[in-house]
C-alpha cells in the first residue's frame, strides 16, 4: 500500500501537529488535573465544566472561537502577528486545535490517575521532609503513570483524528494545515478520490486501534495492581 | 519533653488531650478507636486540632493563639504508620534514603540497616516483603530522616507472633541505642512495657491518668489481661 | 356488542387515516441546496415565492449533499453548484432525468474586505502583490468544491495556479472562504458572484472572465421517488417570475429553460 506524495505529505503532518498538541496541553493538562484532584475552592464545579467543553461544543463552534480569538487581528492573534510568531493558517494553528480538542480527554484521564494514587503516601512523603514538588514528582507522578500513559494515548489519537475545529481554523493548506482527516475528507468529495480515501482510512484507524490498546493495557493492569497497594 | 494540648474534632467524635511528660518515651494507651491515633496524626500535621499546642523539647509544632502551624515536612518528626506506607514503586533502599538530610553522615545509613537487619533485602521492592519487614523498614525510614522525636502508631498491629517478637527486639535495640523521644501509640500493654517510660491512658477522647510505666505495669498484672477493649464512641 | 366494537374499529381507522394524510400533507418539502444559494433561497421563503408551507432548506457543499442523495437521503429537489455533481448522482439513478434542468448561472469573482484598499492597476499581475507579505487568498477546496474547481480553472487559464497555490488558504466550503474575508482572517478571496451581493462588508475587486472557467452552472432536478405533485409545485416556483426576480437581486444569472 504506497502513499501518494500528497498522502505521505498529510500523514507526516498529522503526527507533528498530534505530537506536538498534546505535548503542548500535557504541562496545563497536568496542573489542571491536579487542582481539580487534589484540591477544594469555589466554583470548582463550573471550573469543571468549562475544562469540558471543547469535548461538548461541536468542533466547528470551537474552531471558530479559535479563529476570532487567535487569527489575525484577533484578542491573542495580534500579538502574536507583532511578534511575529503568527499561528493563523500555519501548522501549530493546527497544533493548537489539536490540543484544545484533545485537552479534556487529558485532564480527565490524569485526573483519575491522580486521584487513584493514596493520599496517605503523599502524606507519608510530606512527614518524611518532602515539598510539594518533590511530592508531585517522586511519589504522585511515578504512582499514576500508567494511567497518564493512558491518557496521552488516547488524547494523541483524538488530537490525530481532529477535523472540525482545524479546517475551520486553519483552513486546508497542504504541508501546513492539510492534516490526513482533512485529505481523507477532500478524497472522499473528490470523485474518483476514493482509492486514497481508502488507503487514508486505513491508516487512520491504524493509529485509533494502536492508541485503544495502549490505553487498555495501561488501564487494565493498573486496575490489579491498586487492588495490592 | 512532650507538650500537648488539643482539641480536635473528627466528625461525630470529639477529642480534648492536655498533658506535659518529660519522659523520654511516652505512650498514648487506650482501647481502639478512642483517639490515640488521631492524636498522632495530629501531632505529625496530618490534622488539625481546632485549637491547642503541640510542642516537643520546646519547639513548637502547632499553637493555635501563636498562629503556629508548621508544614509536616517542617516538623522534622519520624512518623511509622500503622500501615507502615511503604512506597511500592521505590526499592527498599530508595524508601530508607527518602527522608535522609543531605548532610547526613555517612555510617548513618549503614547503622540502621544493620540495627534493623535490613541488609539481606535493600534492592527489593515493598511488594515482597513480609509483614514484619515490612514494619522494620518503616522504622528505618523514619529514623533516618534524623528527626527531632519519633511517633510510632501500633507498631506491632497485625503482625504474626514471629514477627512481633522480632520488631519488638529491634524496638527494645533502638530504644537502648538511639536517644530520641519517642511518642508510642498503642492498645497492647506488652508494648508499653517494653518500650514506654510513662504512659498517658486515654478513654472516651479524654486523658483518665498519666503514669509512670512501673505503675502501669502493676496495675495491669493486677488487673490479669490487657484493658478491656471497650469500643470507644467513635464517630 | 359486535356491532358498536366494529363501529368504533372504523371510526378509528378512519381517524388515523386522516391524520396520517393531515400530516403528509402539512409536511414540507425538502431542497438540499448548494451552500451559495443560502441567502436567495432563505429569503425567497420567508417571502413566500416557494409556496406554502414554505420549503425545508438544507445547505452543504454540492459533494456532500450529492453524497447523501445517493445515500438515500430524504431530499425532493437538489440543486448542485456544478453539473459534475449532478451528473455524479444521475449515474447512480437517484434523481428523474426529465426534470433536470438549469435553473440559474453566476459568475467567479475576487473579494476583499469594504473597507480595504486595493490597486489592482495591473489586473491578475498584480495578485501576489496585493496578497502582501503573509497574506493568504481563501478559496474553497479546488478539488471538491465546485466554487474551488471554478477558481482553479480560472487562475490556471490565466497562468496564476502555480504561483499563487502556496499562499492559500482552502476552505471547506466557499461560505467559509466568504467569511475569512469578512473576518478580516485573509486579504482576499475567489467566491461566487452572489456570495459578494449577499456579504455587505465585502466588495468585488474584479470579475473572472466567464471564459476563463467552464460556465457556472446550477442544474436542478428532482429526487428519484420524491416526484409529486407538491415537488413539481416547489420546481416550478423556482422558475416563475418572483423566484427569477430574486434570484437576479442576489447575484445569479437566471438561465433561459
Not at chain 1, 465544566?49 to 474552531?63: A, D, Q
Request: charged share 20%; hydrophobic share 50%; net charge positive.
Amino acid at each position: 500500500m504506497l502513499l501518494t506524495h500528497a498522502e505521505t505529505v498529510a500523514l507526516a503532518l498529522s503526527f507533528k501537529v498530534s505530537l506536538v498538541g498534546v505535548a503542548c496541553s500535557l504541562p496545563v493538562a497536568v496542573g489542571c488535573a491536579w487542582l481539580l484532584a487534589r484540591t477544594r475552592f469555589f466554583g470548582k464545579p463550573v471550573v469543571e465544566g468549562l475544562l469540558l467543553l471543547p469535548l461538548i461544543l461541536p468542533p466547528v463552534v470551537t474552531g471558530y472561537v479559535l479563529l476570532i480569538v487567535f487569527g489575525h487581528h484577533g484578542a491573542i492573534g495580534r500579538w502574536l502577528d507583532a511578534a511575529g510568531v503568527s499561528i493563523a493558517f500555519r501548522w501549530t494553528g493546527a497544533a493548537l486545535a489539536a490540543a484544545v480538542m484533545a485537552f479534556p480527554l487529558l485532564v480527565v484521564a490524569l485526573r483519575n490517575a491522580f486521584e487513584s494514587v493514596d493520599r496517605k503516601l503523599e502524606n507519608a512523603a510530606a512527614t518524611l521532609g518532602a515539598g510539594p514538588w518533590r511530592i508531585f514528582f517522586g511519589i504522585t507522578l511515578p504512582l499514576s503513570a500508567r494511567g497518564l500513559v493512558a491518557g496521552l494515548a488516547l488524547a494523541f489519537a483524538r488530537a490525530f483524528g481532529e477535523f472540525g475545529a482545524t479546517i475551520t481554523f486553519v483552513s486546508s493548506i497542504p504541508g501546513q494545515t492539510r492534516t490526513l482527516p482533512i485529505a481523507l475528507y477532500e478524497l472522499i468529495s473528490t470523485p474518483g478520490g476514493q482509492s486514497g480515501a481508502l488507503r487514508l482510512t486505513l491508516l487512520a484507524v491504524a493509529v485509533a486501534v494502536v492508541a485503544s490498546l495502549v490505553a487498555a493495557l495501561m488501564l487494565l493492569r493498573g486496575g490489579t495492581r491498586e487492588a495490592d497497594a | 519533653m512532650i507538650e500537648l494540648d488539643l482539641a480536635l474534632q473528627r466528625g461525630e467524635f470529639s477529642l480534648e488531650l492536655a498533658l506535659h511528660s518529660s519522659a523520654r518515651a511516652l505512650a498514648l494507651f487506650g482501647p481502639s478507636g478512642c483517639g490515640k491515633t488521631s492524636t498522632l496524626l495530629a501531632i505529625a500535621g496530618l490534622l488539625h486540632p481546632r485549637r491547642g499546642r503541640v510542642a516537643i523539647d520546646g519547639r513548637a509544632l502547632f499553637d493555635s493563639d501563636a498562629n503556629i502551624d508548621l508544614t509536616p515536612a517542617h516538623r522534622n518528626l519520624g512518623v511509622v504508620f500503622q500501615d507502615a506506607r511503604l512506597f511500592p514503586h521505590l526499592s527498599v533502599r530508595d524508601n530508607l534514603r527518602y527522608g535522609m538530610p543531605h548532610a547526613a553522615a555517612k555510617h548513618a545509613f549503614d547503622d540502621v540497616v544493620h540495627l534493623l537487619e535490613l541488609s539481606a533485602f535493600l534492592k527489593r521492592r515493598p511488594g515482597q516483603l513480609s509483614g514484619g519487614q515490612i514494619r522494620r523498614v518503616a522504622i528505618g525510614r523514619a529514623l533516618l530522616r534524623q528527626p527531632h522525636a519519633l511517633l510510632l502508631d501500633e507498631p506491632l498491629a497485625n503482625l504474626h507472633r514471629e514477627a512481633r517478637a522480632e520488631v519488638l527486639e529491634h524496638l527494645r535495640g533502638l530504644k537502648r541505642g538511639f536517644e530520641l523521644s519517642t511518642i508510642l501509640v498503642s492498645h497492647q500493654p506488652d508494648e508499653v512495657i517494653a518500650l514506654a517510660d510513662s504512659v498517658a491512658l486515654i478513654q472516651d477522647g479524654r486523658l483518665a491518668a498519666l503514669e509512670d510505666v512501673e505503675a502501669f505495669r502493676s496495675s495491669t498484672a493486677a488487673s490479669g489481661i490487657p484493658v478491656a477493649a471497650n469500643a470507644c464512641a467513635t464517630g | 356488542m359486535r356491532r358498536i366494537q366494529r363501529l368504533v374499529a372504523c371510526v378509528a381507522v378512519a381517524g388515523a387515516g386522516a391524520l396520517a394524510s393531515a400530516v403528509a400533507a402539512a409536511a414540507p418539502p425538502t431542497i438540499f441546496a448548494a451552500a451559495s444559494l443560502e441567502p436567495a433561497l432563505d429569503q425567497m421563503a420567508h417571502e413566500g415565492a416557494l409556496g406554502t408551507p414554505a420549503p425545508r432548506l438544507v445547505y452543504a457543499a454540492s459533494s456532500a449533499l450529492a453524497r447523501q442523495i445517493e445515500n438515500g437521503a430524504p431530499a425532493d429537489l437538489f440543486i448542485s453548484a456544478d453539473e459534475r455533481w449532478m451528473d455524479d448522482v444521475a449515474r447512480h439513478g437517484a434523481i428523474v432525468p426529465s426534470t433536470r434542468a438549469d435553473l440559474l448561472g453566476n459568475a467567479l469573482v475576487l473579494i476583499a474586505q469594504s473597507k480595504a484598499r486595493f490597486d489592482l492597476a495591473h489586473g491578475a499581475a498584480s495578485l501576489p502583490e496585493a496578497l502582501g507579505r503573509d497574506g493568504r487568498l481563501a478559496i474553497a477546496l479546488p478539488d471538491s468544491v465546485p466554487a474551488g474547481i471554478y477558481a482553479k480553472q480560472a487562475l490556471t487559464e490565466l497562468g496564476m495556479w502555480q504561483s499563487l497555490e502556496p499562499r492559500m488558504a482552502m476552505t471547506r466550503d466557499v461560505r467559509a472562504a466568504l467569511n475569512l474575508v469578512v473576518l478580516g482572517q485573509c486579504p482576499l478571496g475567489i467566491v461566487y458572484r452572489s456570495d459578494a451581493v449577499s456579504e455587505a462588508r465585502v466588495k468585488v475587486l474584479a470579475t473572472f472572465p466567464a471564459a476563463s472557467h467552464k460556465p457556472i452552472v446550477y442544474p436542478v432536478a428532482i429526487v428519484k421517488g420524491h416526484d409529486d405533485a407538491a415537488t413539481r409545485a416547489l420546481l416550478a416556483a423556482l422558475k416563475a417570475e418572483q423566484a427569477r426576480g430574486a434570484f437576479r437581486r442576489w447575484g445569479f444569472d437566471v438561465l433561459a429553460h
